[in-house]
């Protein structure tokens, strides 16, 4: 037996890791200039999969990219890098995460998903110049005097005046009742809901009811809500975790009604666990359902797979973010990977083919109408129905 | 009214499985299982993937849940904690321990059963009622199978012979080592029936709420005001604290906005805990 001596074995394996460090990167990097995207948000706990499809989205389409050979950017091809951050829904770790990768000189971030931690960033990306995504409906991210937020996707008081107008006019839905999530984003999804329902003349049965996130059995909380007799349930910013429980304990006791979310779900999470109660849903989801879906959203949805192990159809409103950093980018040049005032003064004027859309429709910056300024992404707004297991289109709209 | 009566019963059949197991723990190792939670959770998982997934019956995955999180107990309990206990006599390493243990396997059971929500459909279907009250099937099976299990449990404790070491060694550590017990042997079996019983009751639960990755803190914590209720290391005390804790969220949601519920809950907690530090049924400590 040959024996090896532990410094033998300490040189042996530091030259190995030496020679590892010195051959792999420095060769990429020669070949290739690297843009550096960051994704900060909840990729933990029981939020974790909000963050988690923002990370897994990123990945696929910087997969897509790099495998074409990168972005073109003013004649020079960039290989995307995605820099994760976990902030587990702590605006403190928001905070450090936003810190280091502006530290990395990261100047577009995606997310964060939450209002608490959406507007932790804000004194970040405005002190080290960056600009990120959230996924987060605070107004006051997107309105001057703040500049450096664009809302990721459609926000649910932009949802709800059509939701509820459509299942008023063609559903005959006439009473109303909340449930929301005790934390500053299901509240004031509650109370931007209350606003639109009252404008469209709906009788309001019940908007005191709230769960916190940890709840594990929604049972007797939504006892409360069915008891009260509506025709529809709105669920403020439930996550995609509680939906199908909620309505699942709401048929077992009863309830024939409809279901509402302003807030993208996922329909194999709602087979498994309402099975045949998880129809009746209207929500907002993305460019996903198989009707609307263009050749390369299927091809985003495979690659998705590949990486996340399943497709989530919340991914469907958070596909867009990347690609609109990329289209954006290659218009405004090169010096907007720097500098985010060149890509800022992009943003008025652009518009690209929407690649996810079998139609052909342009992807635009919008929000003049609920921001005073051109802060979200024109993600379409496409209404979505629960039916026989499967996500069916009810209507397909677009904010301004 | 008859409503909230049947939901606190559920709730609380639900909740006793769960504290039974981290005060059995508790009362044989003196150990705060943080990790109560996150074992729960793979009990759940373990069913999910027995059911959905390879499409085995659900009595099977239940086994399967109660014998692998009985095993990952066991494996904690002698690789871990026996070692800990030994080579440190302050008991906050145990307790950091614990909590080390429930963020290792939070994280590892987030990269292998990934982020999202899982459930299976109910066990059977159907709503009875019970005079304005509904009851889905689903909820009186998980009941039922909750009871039978809390008899077992008990009748194993009072009754057999392992049990009755494990009540010694909760009673008085020496004296068990001096009466010619195998200790470590009763310890490391103590401690694997007590994640067994959090296994159970998260698969249990799955066909019910459905389970995911981060969803242990949650479980954890509602098992940590049980026995803080009825009193850490007695298992009569542990059924009390679930009885409790499980016709109060009922009645807290039924009469109360819903998050005012917990507020309330812990309100009356600390409360109750200046008066009776050591819980209804506990010993009082010294």
Do not use: C
Not at chain 1, 257 to 282: P, R, T, W, Y
Not at chain 1, 389 to 398: A, D, F, N, Q
Not at chain 2, 183 to 200: K, W, Y
Request: charged content about 15%.
């Amino acid at each position: 037996m040959i024996q090896v001596s532990r410094r033998t074995m300490l040189m042996s394996t530091g030259a190995l890791v030496l020679a590892a460090v010195m051959a792999g990167p420095s060769g990429a990097l020669a070949a290739d200039k690297v843009l550096k995207i960051g994704q900060l948000g909840v990729m933990s706990g029981p939020e974790a999969s909000w963050g988690l499809v923002n990370k897994f989205s990123a990945l696929a389409t910087a997969e897509m990219w790099n495998e074409k050979g990168g972005i073109e950017i003013g004649g020079d091809k960039y290989k995307i890098e995605i820099v994760s951050v976990d902030d587990r829904n702590d605006p403190k770790l928001t905070v450090s995460g936003a810190e280091r990768l502006t530290g990395e000189g990261i100047k577009y971030i995606i997310g964060p998903n939450m209002d608490t931690t959406a507007t932790s960033v804000r004194p970040i990306a405005e002190k080290n110049k960056a600009l990120y995504f959230p996924y987060a409906f605070a107004r006051s991210l997107y309105t001057a005097p703040a500049e450096n937020a664009v809302l990721g996707m459609v926000a649910s008081y932009q949802v709800a005046p059509v939701m509820y107008k459509i299942l008023k006019e063609e559903r005959g839905v006439k009473k109303i009742a909340f449930i929301a999530r005790n934390d500053s984003d299901g509240l004031l999804q509650r109370e931007e809901g209350v606003k639109v329902a009252e404008a469209l003349g709906l009788e309001i049965v019940s908007k005191d009811d709230t769960y916190e996130s940890s709840i594990t059995d929604f049972f007797p909380v939504v006892g409360n809500v069915v008891a009260k007799n509506p025709d529809l349930i709105v669920m403020s910013s439930v996550a995609p975790a509680h939906a199908p429980q909620i309505m699942r304990a709401a048929r077992e006791m009863g309830y024939t009604g409809l279901f509402g979310a302003e807030s993208a779900q996922d329909m194999k999470i709602i087979n498994e666990v309402a099975g045949e109660m998880g129809s009746g849903l209207i929500s907002i989801g993305g460019a996903s359902t198989p009707e609307i879906r263009s050749p390369y959203m299927e091809e985003f949805i495979d690659r998705y797979t590949k990486i996340a192990g399943e497709w989530n159809d919340e991914a469907g409103t958070k596909a867009y973010a990347l690609e609109m950093i990329l289209g954006t980018l290659q218009k405004a040049g090169p010096a907007a990977i720097d500098d985010i005032e060149v890509f800022k003064a992009a943003i008025p004027e652009f518009e690209m083919k929407n690649p996810f859309l079998k139609e052909d429709a342009v992807v635009k910056y919008v929000g003049t109408a609920d921001f005073g300024q051109k802060r979200q992404i024109g993600v379409p707004m496409v209404i979505t129905e629960t039916k026989d297991g499967e996500l069916t289109t009810l209507s397909i709209g677009s904010v301004e | 009214m008859t409503q909230i009566l049947v939901n606190g019963m559920l709730l609380s059949a639900n909740y006793a499985l769960i504290a039974l197991g981290i005060t059995l723990i508790f009362s044989i190792m003196n150990v705060l299982n943080f990790a109560h939670g996150q074992m729960f959770m793979i009990g759940g998982f373990v069913v999910y993937y027995a059911v959905v997934v390879w499409g085995l019956p659900f009595p099977l995955g239940l086994l399967g849940a109660a014998v692998i999180v009985g095993v990952i107990g066991m494996v904690v309990e002698s690789v871990f904690f026996r070692r800990v206990m030994k080579n440190s006599s302050r008991e906050e390493n145990t307790m950091l321990l614990a909590v080390g243990t429930a963020l290792l396997l939070e994280n590892v059971a987030l990269s292998l059963f990934g982020e999202k929500q899982r459930g299976i459909p109910p066990i059977i279907s159907g709503v009875y009622r019970l005079g304005d009250a509904f009851l889905p099937a689903n909820r009186l099976l998980v009941l039922g199978i909750s009871l039978a299990l809390i008899a077992a449990v008990l009748l194993f404790v009072n009754y057999s012979r392992t049990g009755r070491a494990m009540r010694a060694l909760a009673q008085d550590r020496t004296a068990t080592l001096l009466m010619g017990v195998d200790v470590p042997r009763i310890s490391t079996l103590g401690f694997g029936l007590g994640a067994a019983l959090a296994g159970i009751a998260g698969a249990l639960l799955i066909s019910i709420s459905g389970v995911n990755a981060g969803i242990g803190t949650a479980i954890s914590t509602k098992a940590f005001i049980m026995i803080m209720i009825g009193g850490a290391g007695v298992m009569s005390g542990a059924l009390l604290g679930a009885v409790t804790l499980g016709f109060a969220e009922a009645l807290g949601y039924a009469f109360f906005p819903g998050s005012v519920t917990y507020l309330i809950i812990f309100i009356g907690l600390i409360l109750f805990l200046l008066f009776r530090p050591q819980g209804i049924m506990g010993k009082p400590w010294g």
